[in-house]
């Protein structure tokens, strides 16, 4: 089993940012790559950026160029660097570990993006 605590969501100002993070727990040589996702309300859950154990990141169109995710591989975490927010990143943020056969995903952290 893997465990997963997101952590640093909160409410900013357009155009600020935030630092999401992501602590793994348990089985953690089990996982392939770790990912970050969000949903807003009324909306289904969406992808935002992955980045596998080797190190190569990929991320969806509407946050390239302001998301970062990177990882601490002493501390077990992830983190989603977010910059140059804008209200539709409003969402409920998740973090999931990517391992057979299921997988395993954190209770979420709200991001709330003020106009």
């Known amino acids: 089993q893997v465990q997963l605590v997101e952590s640093g969501g909160g409410l900013v100002q357009a155009g600020g940012s935030l630092r999401l993070s992501c602590a793994a727990s348990?089985?953690?040589?089990?996982?392939?790559?770790m990912g970050w996702y969000r949903q807003a309300p009324r909306k289904e859950r969406e992808w935002v950026a992955r980045?596998?154990?080797?190190?190569?990141?990929n991320y969806a169109d509407s946050v390239k160029g302001r998301f970062t995710i990177s990882r601490d591989n002493a501390k077990n975490t992830v983190y989603l660097q977010m910059n140059s927010l804008k209200p539709e990143d409003t969402a409920v943020y998740y973090c999931?570990?990517?391992?057979?056969?299921?997988?395993?995903w954190g209770q979420g952290t709200q991001v709330t993006v003020s106009s």
């Open positions: 999931a570990a990517e391992f057979l056969p299921y997988g395993s």
């Open positions: 980045i596998t154990s080797g190190g190569v990141t």
């Open positions: 348990g089985s953690i040589n089990r996982i392939n790559a």
